[in-house]
Nanobody, 115 residues
């Protein structure tokens, strides 16, 4: 059974940093693309950053230069380092991966950026 569990969210002041983690069981992240999505209240879920099986990464224009996605294959964990956080980054952040035709999501972790 595949399970994804996010952690690392919390309350942070504007300009601060957080590192989110997504730990997987039942699937090897190193062989799959892994994405971070976020969903703010009243808004659609949006793709924030992705890391491919070959370590190529991509990120949304809104977070370029501030957020970095990375992977630790030994820990089967994907990270999202978030720097220079802004109030508009406030959202629930979700980890996602796909294996064949099945999509897997974690339960999400809340990030709140506020003074």
């Amino acid at each position: 059974q595949v399970q994804l569990v996010e952690s690392g969210g919390g309350l942070v002041q504007p300009g601060g940093s957080l590192r989110l983690s997504c730990a997987a069981s039942g699937i090897m992240f190193m062989n799959n693309r892994v994405d971070w999505y976020r969903q703010a209240p009243g808004k659609q879920r949006e793709l924030v950053a992705s890391i491919m099986s070959g370590e190529t990464t991509s990120s949304a224009d809104s977070v370029k230069g501030r957020f970095t996605i990375s992977r630790d294959n030994a820990k089967n964990t994907v990270y999202l380092q978030m720097n220079s956080l802004k109030p508009e980054d406030t959202a629930v952040y979700y980890c996602h991966t796909k294996f064949f035709i099945s999509h897997y999501w974690g339960p999400g972790t809340q990030v709140t950026v506020s003074s």
